[in-house]
């Protein structure tokens, strides 16, 4: 079975556990042969895979997956194909950058309120000196025995109305878009199941987000189930949305998301790399992991 490419994943330049290098030697010995890099409002770990992925005869897609506030909520933007150099995409990631330096700060204080002392600091550690992430935390927190998981401690800490959370405006739609297509790339849905829209709210997101000069949705993603793949896999039919896949893969720590992995996109879907043409020289195989 040829794995079909593999277009989210996450290294230590966001919250990954990997650096781009070695999550890279890791989804080559998968059997990935076409990876994309796409973590969190960054692109600064993309020269080290590309370099990694060339000694490696792989196929290192540059992305970014792009922080939104949409309404009241967070949705992530994956650009796939961006041109990391691109100045306007630059200029908007290192916005929300800064909001991350900040957010950082004010869950350390608001922890702090709450009891916990250090968790700036401990964050931080963990970061690599890289931006830092509500992940970072949460493994700090775990680290700390204050929870026995990371999911526990977004669920307890750092999620809407608990003592850690923190609202930040990221990036609009229109932004995310906006960047994404001028560093020449295309603007993926990331994982769309996760935001428990209803189907109302899902295809007005989806009708803007095409407005914008949106492309494409994950269909299959690591925090999909089998049953989410086919619901939009429909709307990325019905919608005319190209399809995407990505493991989400964030590293070894999480064993129920592994890269290598993915199930085919289901049948009708057109996937997103279908007219790429960075594909490896044999890019049928890759093609035709359709169905
Ligand atoms: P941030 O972009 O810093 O606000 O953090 C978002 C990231 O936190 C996501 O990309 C996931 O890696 C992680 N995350 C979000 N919700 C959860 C959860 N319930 N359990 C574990 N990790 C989560
Ligand atoms: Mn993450
Ligand atoms: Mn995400
Ligand atoms: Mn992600």
Same mark, same amino acid.
């Given at each position: 079975?040829?794995?079909?490419?593999?277009?989210?994943?996450?290294?230590?330049?966001?919250? =990954? !556990?990997?650096?781009?290098?070695?999550?890279?030697?890791?989804?080559?010995?998968?059997? #990935?042969r076409?990876? &994309?890099? $796409?973590?969190?409002?960054? !692109?600064? =770990?993309?020269?080290?895979?590309?370099?990694?992925?060339?000694?490696? =005869?792989?196929?290192?897609?540059?992305?970014?997956?792009?922080?939104?506030?949409?309404?009241?909520?967070?949705?992530?933007?994956?650009?796939?194909?961006?041109?990391?150099?691109?100045?306007?995409?630059?200029?908007?990631? %290192?916005?929300?950058?800064?909001q991350?330096?900040?957010?950082?700060e +004010?869950?350390?204080?608001?922890? %702090?309120?709450?009891?916990?002392?250090?968790?700036?600091?401990? %964050?931080?550690?963990?970061?690599?000196?890289?931006?830092?992430?509500? $992940?970072?935390?949460?493994?700090?927190? #775990?680290?700390?025995?204050?929870?026995?998981?990371?999911?526990?401690?977004?669920?307890?800490?750092? $999620?809407?109305?608990? @003592?850690?959370?923190?609202?930040?405006?990221?990036? !609009?739609?229109?932004? &995310?878009?906006?960047?994404?297509?001028?560093?020449?790339?295309?603007?993926?849905?990331?994982?769309?199941?996760?935001?428990?829209?209803?189907?109302?709210?899902?295809?007005?997101?989806?009708?803007?987000?095409? +407005?914008?000069?949106?492309?494409?949705?994950?269909? #299959? $993603?690591?925090?999909?189930?089998?049953?989410d793949a086919?619901?939009?896999?429909?709307?990325?039919?019905?919608?005319?949305?190209?399809?995407?896949?990505?493991s989400?893969?964030?590293?070894?720590e999480?064993?129920?998301? +592994?890269?290598?992995?993915? @199930?085919?996109?289901?049948?009708?879907?057109?996937?997103?790399?279908?007219?790429?043409?960075?594909?490896?020289?044999?890019?049928?195989?890759?093609?035709?992991? #359709?169905?």
């Amino acid at each position: 079975m040829k794995p079909i490419p593999d277009l989210h994943s996450h290294s230590t330049a966001s919250d =990954g !556990t990997l650096s781009p290098e070695a999550l890279v030697r890791r989804a080559a010995s998968a059997g #990935v042969r076409v990876l &994309a890099l $796409t973590d969190h409002d960054t !692109t600064e =770990g993309l020269e080290e895979a590309t370099g990694a992925a060339q000694a490696l =005869g792989m196929v290192l897609v540059p992305g970014v997956e792009i922080s939104v506030t949409w309404g009241v909520r967070t949705v992530h933007v994956v650009g796939l194909n961006v041109d990391r150099h691109n100045g306007v995409l630059s200029q908007g990631l %290192a916005r929300a950058m800064e909001q991350r330096a900040w957010r950082a700060e +004010e869950i350390g204080r608001k922890l %702090a309120k709450h009891g916990v002392e250090g968790a700036y600091e401990g %964050a931080k550690a963990l970061s690599n000196g890289r931006l830092i992430g509500r $992940t970072h935390f949460a493994r700090f927190l #775990v680290g700390q025995r204050l929870a026995a998981s990371t999911g526990e401690v977004f669920k307890r800490f750092l $999620t809407r109305g608990k @003592p850690g959370h923190v609202s930040v405006q990221w990036a !609009t739609l229109e932004e &995310a878009v906006g960047w994404i297509r001028a560093a020449g790339g295309q603007a993926v849905i990331a994982h769309p199941a996760r935001y428990d829209l209803t189907r109302t709210r899902m295809l007005r997101l989806i009708g803007e987000f095409r +407005e914008l000069g949106g492309v494409g949705i994950e269909v #299959v $993603t690591g925090s999909h189930s089998r049953d989410d793949a086919f619901t939009f896999a429909r709307h990325a039919r019905e919608q005319r949305l190209l399809a995407s896949a990505g493991s989400d893969f964030h590293g070894p720590e999480n064993p129920w998301v +592994e890269l290598g992995r993915l @199930p085919a996109l289901p049948q009708g879907c057109t996937p997103i790399w279908q007219d790429w043409t960075c594909l490896p020289d044999d890019a049928a195989s890759v093609r035709a992991a #359709v169905g």
